[in-house]
């Protein structure tokens, strides 16, 4: 698994464009915002933490249709599945690797994009810690609808069509977790909450995505 | 005699011919009997106004779009678990008739709200919910309509509405903690006494099951539109390979 969880690794940076397109596109959609709404520092410390979490939801997806298109394409997934490994460890460690090169890097450079969109400082810890706990939810739910999808050749926009939903929980407990950390409120439920999500998803929604790959390799 | 003999198409075929004539009527009669009743011979509410007479769409469409992907995951857990068929098309005939439920709700609230409210939309928990529901139908026709293979579309859209069904609850609850509502509360609760006075009571149960009925009629007609689509296409592959 951890062989596996390496190759995932290595292909997404060799292959170009896994690491830091994600990040750069997070980078253009915060760039584009207060060309949108204007350059008030006040507007946008306001809606800064659902820009935020916007740019993180959109930037995931981006990704999401190479999780396991490649390897649907060269074979390598029906190796996977016949492996002596079970399908719902290859789903998880498939969703760790995502979330290793898309999820992580955003949560290391939200910081500097809060500055960008001058943030208030109070809510810079908050905004780590909600992209840390919400963003794996994130990356096991895109593998859920990249299971789905993996056997249509232009499952692009159905895939976003389909996970979008999926995300709003964690999107709803994520931003008002920073919201309410930007106004010193208590941020004790939003916090349970979101963790509770994604703890609960990390553990049920590898068995749906297993099973929608069985499905799709029949 | 058991309900699983229905799994055969040929006896739901037979079955349902008979039946759907009388559902038809019957929906017809119960829901033009509700609607006239409804509409003509009920005072109207001293604080709604006129507006009130929405009341007899929007409370059985907002309540058929929440059961009828209950009745999605019963059908789909059926299929994925004993493999009949049937009930993997009813799930797919149901489900357009549960997303044009849903917009029926959202239109005649949006209808409502706006002399009640002076807002045709708010984000309120209820209405929120109801639009991400409304998403969830969506992506679950487009993805039966995209998978080639009937029995590989019928077990993806089946773990679909099942995940779909934890996330919409989920998205309902989490949409209550996000934003207070204006919507006022549930007309109707089994647990409570009654929050409307018999007037708009009777006819109100009058068109919730005529919607019923509607909507049963509806989803027996797709479905047998789907067995005899599946039919057809088995005659042709055959035709193909002999």
């Not at chain 1, 170009?16 to 760039?31: E, K, N, R, Y």
């Not at chain 1, 898309?102 to 949560?107: A, D, E, K, R, S």
């Not at chain 1, 895939?159 to 939903?165: A, E, H, R």
């Not at chain 2, 009920?42 to 209950?70: D, L, Q, R, T």
């Amino acid at each position: 698994m951890i062989a596996l969880l390496l190759r995932d690794l290595r292909l997404a940076v060799r292959a170009g464009g896994g690491f830091g397109l994600g990040l750069a596109f997070f980078l253009i959609v915060v760039t584009l915002v207060p060309f949108g709404v204007g350059p008030q520092g006040e507007i946008l410390a306001r809606i800064a933490p659902g820009i935020l979490w916007l740019g993180a939801l959109l930037a995931c997806l981006l990704s999401l249709d190479r999780i396991f298109a490649l390897d649907y394409e060269d074979g390598s997934l029906d190796l996977l599945v016949t492996a002596p490994i079970p399908l719902e460890g290859v789903v998880s460690i498939k969703a760790l690797a995502h979330w290793i090169t898309t999820g992580l890097p955003l949560v290391v450079a939200a910081p500097v994009f809060g500055i960008l969109l001058h943030l208030a400082p109070e809510a810079q810890l908050w905004m780590i810690v909600a992209l840390l706990l919400g963003t794996p939810a994130l990356s096991v739910l895109g593998t859920f609808g990249a299971a789905l999808t993996v056997g249509l050749k232009r499952g692009g926009l159905l895939l976003s069509l389909l996970v979008l939903p999926f995300y709003v929980p964690t999107l709803i407990f994520g931003a008002e977790l920073v919201r309410r950390g930007a106004e010193g409120m208590n941020t004790q439920v939003p916090l349970l909450m979101l963790a509770g999500i994604t703890a609960a998803t990390i553990a049920l929604v590898p068995f749906a995505s297993a099973a929608a790959i069985r499905v799709n390799l029949r | 005699m058991s309900i699983w003999e229905y799994a055969n198409p040929v006896k739901f075929m037979k079955t349902s011919d008979k039946v759907l004539p009388w559902t038809i009527g019957l929906a017809a009669v119960t829901l033009i009997t509700g609607l006239i009743w409804g509409y003509f011979f009920v005072p109207s509410a001293e604080n709604f106004g006129g507006s009130v007479k929405v009341i007899y769409v929007h409370v059985p469409a907002a309540m058929m779009a929440i059961n009828i992907w209950v009745m999605m995951l019963v059908t789909s857990l059926i299929w994925l678990i004993r493999r009949h068929h049937v009930s993997a098309l009813a799930a797919k005939a149901a489900a357009p008739i549960g997303a044009v439920m849903t917009l029926i709700a959202l239109i005649t609230g949006a209808v409502w709200g706006q002399p009640m409210w002076g807002t045709w939309w708010e984000w309120d928990p209820r209405l929120t919910s109801f639009l991400i529901l409304f998403l969830f139908y969506l992506g679950y026709i487009a993805l039966w309509a995209s998978v080639e293979n009937p029995d590989t579309a019928a077990d993806l859209t089946g773990v679909l509405c099942l995940v779909g069904a934890v996330f919409a609850l989920l998205s309902r609850y989490a949409a209550n903690f996000w934003n207070q509502g204006l919507h006022q509360g549930a007309t109707l609760s089994m647990d409570q006494e009654q929050h409307i006075a018999d007037v708009y009571w009777f006819p109100l149960l009058m068109c919730m099951a005529g919607f019923v009925l509607f909507f049963v009629a509806l989803v027996l007609i797709r479905t047998r539109t789907e067995v005899r689509a599946r039919r057809l296409g088995a005659l042709q592959q055959r035709e193909r390979m002999a």
